[in-house]
Structures are given as C-alpha cells and as structure tokens.
C-alpha cells in the first residue's frame, strides 16, 4: 500500500475525488469535518462497489462508539494505540477497486474493552460556561509555571510509574527491527513538536471555554501519547475529554496543571530515549 494523509474530512472528500482507494483509516475526531460526517458522504453518493473500506481510528474508545461508526456506514473499527495485528487484519479485509484480492483468513485480535462511561459521543458541542458564572484566570498557556515543585508534590504511587511505557517502546523496535533507533529519535521528534502545540491548544480552549476545541484536542494528544507509550499522560487527556463530553468547565484547571506536570515527565523520558537511540544509530 501507498498512503495519502490528509487533515480534515473534507480533505478526505477532496482526496477520493481526485483517485481510487482501497482503504480509508478515518480519524472520528477532526477539525472542518468529522469522519462521521464524511462517511455518510461517502456511502451516500458512491455505489458500494466503488469506493473505499472505511475503518474508524479514535483514542480510548468510549461506549458505543463502535456501534455509531458503524451506523454511519464505516465497515471497521480500530481503536488507538494501534495494535500491529489488528491493523493487519483490518487490511486483510480489503479489496481493490480495481482488482479484487482474496480474502484470507486470520487469528483473530485481542478485543480491546470499551471504558464503561456515561457519555456518548456527540458530534458538536456549544461554548461552556460555569454553572455559577465565575472565570477562571489561566497562567500562560504554554509555560506553566514551576514543574518541579509540581513534580515533587505527586503522590509516591504516581512517582513510581514511568510517563513513558516500556512495554510499548519495546513492542515498537520489534516491529521496526533494525531501523528502530532512526524511528524512535524521528517519532520522538514529531511527538514533542506536536505535543507541545496541542497543550497549548487545550490551555487556551479552557481560558476561552470552547468545550469543542478542549475536546478536540484532549483526543488528538491522547492518541499521540498512546502512540508512543505515554500512557500515564493518555489517561488525563482521556478524563479531560470525558469532561469535555459532559460540556463541563469545573475540574477542568486542575487536569491541566496535572498534564503540565506528567508532560513534563514524559519529556524528560522521551528526551534520553531519543539520546540513547541517537548513540545506537550513529
């Protein structure tokens, strides 16, 4: 397979427009267009013989998310972190548009557990404001003062698990083999420019009480941390975007400050892990 990344869903309308694919990894939560929308799209106006599988890709998958992707018309499902074997067998199911390819068979993934939550997905949300009508004021979004003192403070339990999964890391040089130490230093990279803009993006969601972009954003970082094995600082972004689906302001300060702190850990961890693959690798 050759891939084409695009943005938003109406990038991906855009894209189909122009050629033929086989597959679609369709992000649920996206700025423009959400992929639900486009899928309706797409199954509306293409015959189902000539357009492409559709497969949801979302963080931490939510009850009944599964079952809302696929009354939209998506044919899969995958929730993030990504499993290599599920991805596969998800890509085992496909067929050229142009040239059918036969289907084989394969073991069956692990199921991945839906969170037992309250709150369903919804597809917009309006601007949230405290019940009692006060603002919170927010320090700089982006330099959140004193991470150490922050860091100290965190409860011996907390302190003792790393921000950074060892598990995942070693399930990723499994899979890249010999070109682990080149991907990780390159993902690493990615991540922390990404990161940082996405913080910054939830911060000033909450000083502006925008409870779509909070969410928005909580899910996009939650899916980048599972990608690399930040676990710790996934399941934050998680209880932020649970709160955003409540279209809820209060507690929503006090998850950010614990977001600055484990992204701190997560940078200090990630940093030395690209510094010992930058000495393996030259």
Known sequence: YYADVVSNGLEV???????????IFMDVHMPEMDGLTATKRIVTERDATQRPRIIAMTANAMQGDREMCLEAGMDDYISK??????????LLKCESIEQPLPVKTF??????SSQDLDEELTKSSPKISDANGDSEQLSDPVKHQ????????KTNSESAKPAIDQDALDRLRE???????????????????????QLENIATAIQEKDVVNMTLQAHTLN???????????????????????????????????KMYVEYEQVQLELKQIMQNSLSHFS
Request: contains cysteine.
């Open 175 to 197: 899979l890249f083999g010999e070109n682990a130490d080149a991907f990780l230093e390159n993902m690493g990279n990615i991540f922390l420019e990404e990161s940082s803009k």
């Open 223 to 257: 899916g980048s941390c599972g990608s690399i094995g930040a676990y710790n600082l996934a399941e934050i972004c998680r209880e932020m975007e649970i709160l955003g689906r409540a279209k809820m302001t209060e507690g929503a300060l006090q998850l950010l400050d």
């Open 146 to 153: 004193d991470f150490e003192s922050q860091i100290s403070s």
């Open 13 to 23: 309308i855009e894209a189909i427009d122009r050629q033929p694919y086989d597959v």
């Open 81 to 90: 972190p990504i499993r290599v074997e599920e991805l596969i067998q998800g």
């Open 107 to 112: 073991a069956e993934p692990e199921l991945i």
